[in-house]
């Protein structure tokens, strides 16, 4: 989280974990759960992998993470915490949306 002000004072608390539980704390855009280790390879395919794996892949300074889910807001606006507006995300499928709603802006701006 960037700016925490940007953020209703209810996010943290009620609002984030509310759309978790309510997607089963599961990646909307590609189903990763929550807290999972994911080893990343060559071709940049995903991997779920267990805690140990982790730890062993890690000392060889392989790619592998935990996957902490995020809160996205579908229209971008971080003030309109609606649960419809609101999808849990992996950082890789939260940075793609964010990704391609930036790229949209840019056009937008040039042709003004």
Same mark, same amino acid.
């Given at each position: 989280?960037?700016n925490?002000k940007?953020y209703?004072?209810?996010?943290?608390?009620k609002?984030r974990?509310?759309?978790?539980l309510?997607? =089963?704390? &599961? *990646?909307?855009? *590609?189903?990763?759960?929550?807290?999972?280790?994911?080893?990343?390879?060559?071709?940049d &395919?995903?991997i779920q992998?267990?805690?140990?794996?982790h730890?062993?892949?890690?000392?060889?300074g392989?790619r592998?993470? +935990?996957?902490?889910?995020?809160?996205?807001?579908?229209? =971008?606006?971080k003030? =309109?915490?609606?649960?419809? =507006?609101?999808?849990?995300?992996?950082? +890789? *499928?939260?940075?793609? +949306?964010?990704k391609v709603? &930036?790229?949209?802006? +840019?056009?937008g701006n040039t042709?003004?």
């Amino acid at each position: 989280m960037n700016n925490k002000k940007q953020y209703s004072e209810e996010w943290s608390d009620k609002i984030r974990p509310a759309i978790l539980l309510r997607d =089963n704390f &599961k *990646c909307q855009g *590609c189903g990763i759960k929550h807290r999972t280790y994911i080893f990343i390879d060559q071709s940049d &395919k995903v991997i779920q992998i267990t805690r140990q794996e982790h730890e062993e892949l890690k000392l060889e300074g392989q790619r592998t993470y +935990r996957v902490f889910l995020q809160v996205a807001h579908k229209d =971008n606006d971080k003030s =309109n915490n609606q649960p419809h =507006n609101l999808i849990s995300q992996c950082p +890789r *499928c939260h940075y793609k +949306r964010d990704k391609v709603y &930036k790229q949209l802006l +840019r056009i937008g701006n040039t042709a003004r």
